[in-house]
């Protein structure tokens, strides 16, 4: 008669067992969910860069403020010849945050005409400091770049394209017939974005191009060690590929960060002083650089039409921008 009783009681055991290895599994399963890296998408590169947008004021403000007047003054005296800054003020004026213009004379022996403007109170209100600004951020609404993440020295890097929109509009800028207009003279009139991002810490984090083009060195020496190591005929194979001569890097290139890269027919001077000889291939605006203190390995320089900017790529990561250097 115990029988049915120690069988009741094996299930139970059984039924407990199974739902603590449940729970273990489950458990298990969310632990190596939250310990995973962050997949690159666009729902973490715009969470990374509404995060870093949201922390640097700086550079929050370079693209939602402007800078292009003296705007904390009382007054704002423009000469009757400057059309295009007192088209720009009288846009103001209709949106509120001006008062005027006043013509008044200069004096002197020779009389200037002068279009005087005021700062009414609205137009204080929409000071920071000395810049007038349109809203109090922005926001991600797009983002590319995620689908082509590489690894430089190890780490995950991306190049990523955002546009963004305005949060909390200045209510003044809302209801301005002259919206559009005023939109356009923000340093990015478009919105638009390009920002490197990291992994780091498994979250993808907004880097600062210097760090990259650190870590995008650090790569190239290990390659370049990596190449040495395989004879000394690897790096002649590769100069075979390419041709000594004039390319149009010929010249010295200073980056953002203030690092300065010069080229001569034959040779790159580092941004420490370090020459090493080089060859270079051009290919329509593209030249790629192969200098033997790599150890071969290449890198390509993107020039623009004017040949004044180029972007410098390693691996295909545009890892900075570079400005020519005039003598």
Request: hydrophobic share 45%; with cysteine.
């Amino acid at each position: 008669m115990q029988a049915p009783a120690l069988s009741g009681v094996k299930r139970r055991h059984v039924i407990l067992a199974g739902g603590v290895l449940a729970v273990f599994i489950v458990a298990g399963g969310a632990l190596a969910w939250l310990l995973a890296p962050e997949a690159a998408s666009a729902s973490s590169f715009g969470r990374a860069i509404d995060a870093h947008l949201a922390a640097d004021e700086a550079a929050r403000d370079k693209l939602i403020c402007l800078t292009n007047l003296p705007y904390q003054k009382e007054e704002i005296r423009v000469a009757s010849y400057d059309t295009s800054t007192r088209q720009w003020l009288d846009a103001l004026v209709r949106s509120g945050l001006y008062t005027g213009p006043v013509e008044q004379s200069s004096g002197g022996w020779i009389a200037q005409s002068q279009f005087v403007y005021a700062l009414a109170a609205p137009g204080k209100a929409a000071l920071r400091g000395d810049k007038l600004c349109l809203a109090k951020g922005v926001k991600v609404s797009k983002v590319s770049g995620y689908e082509q993440v590489r690894e430089i020295g190890g780490q995950p890097v991306a190049m990523a394209t955002a546009t963004l929109v305005l949060t909390d509009e200045a209510a003044w800028l809302a209801k301005s017939a002259d919206r559009a207009v005023i939109l356009q003279r923000l340093p990015q009139s478009d919105l638009e974005v390009r920002l490197p991002l990291a992994l780091v810490d498994k979250q993808w984090q907004v880097t600062d191009r210097a760090q990259l083009n650190q870590a995008a060195m650090a790569m190239a020496g290990a390659m370049g060690n990596a190449s040495g190591a395989q004879g000394p005929g690897m790096l002649d194979k590769l100069k075979g590929l390419f041709s000594f001569g004039g390319h149009p890097l010929v010249g010295k290139w200073k980056s953002a960060t203030g690092e300065v890269l010069e080229f001569t027919k034959d040779t790159m001077i580092d941004e420490h002083g370090n020459a090493s000889q080089a060859t270079f291939a051009s290919e329509g605006n593209v030249v790629t650089v192969v200098s033997e203190e790599r150890g071969g390995v290449a890198m390509q320089i993107s020039l623009s039409n004017s040949n004044n900017t180029a972007t410098l790529l390693l691996g295909g990561m545009p890892i900075a921008v570079l400005q020519r250097v005039r003598d």
